[in-house]
């Protein structure tokens, strides 16, 4: 089971930008398909991106697509979300997950490796 640790979230302007970072301590999700979801007080948990365990093939939801870009490093056991521009409405505790599952799967419960989240504020 991976052990999923999200870091660089923060405070940003709307139109700024901030870069997520997961790493997998146990080095157990290289084979896996690895997202990104958030969350905001009294809402599910929605997806934003994923990728393939190889890192060649991305997807997005269409909040995000054009401003969002996902990536990873399989040496490195490390996947990165860059974010920008930001609205405001990016707003949410962002979490990292992991699943052996397809990266087209937009689905919270597909994945079964999570982060304990970080806090994405976008002042506007």
């Known amino acids: 089971q991976a052990q999923l640790v999200e870091s660089g979230g923060g405070l940003a302007q709307a139109g700024g930008s901030l870069r997520l970072s997961c790493a997998d301590s146990?080095?157990?999700?290289?084979?896996?398909?690895m997202a990104w979801f958030r969350q905001v007080p009294g809402k599910e948990r929605e997806y934003v991106a994923s990728i393939s365990w190889t890192g060649r093939n991305t997807y997005y939801d269409d909040s995000v697509k054009g401003r969002f870009t996902i990536s990873r490093d399989t040496t490195k056991n490390t996947v990165w979300l860059q974010m920008n521009p930001l609205k405001a409405e990016d707003t949410a505790v962002y979490y990292c997950a992991a699943g052996d599952t397809l990266p087209t799967m937009r689905t919270a419960g597909r994945y079964t490796a999570w982060g304990q989240g970080t806090q994405v504020t976008v002042s506007s």
């Open positions: 146990k080095r157990s999700s290289t084979s896996y398909a």
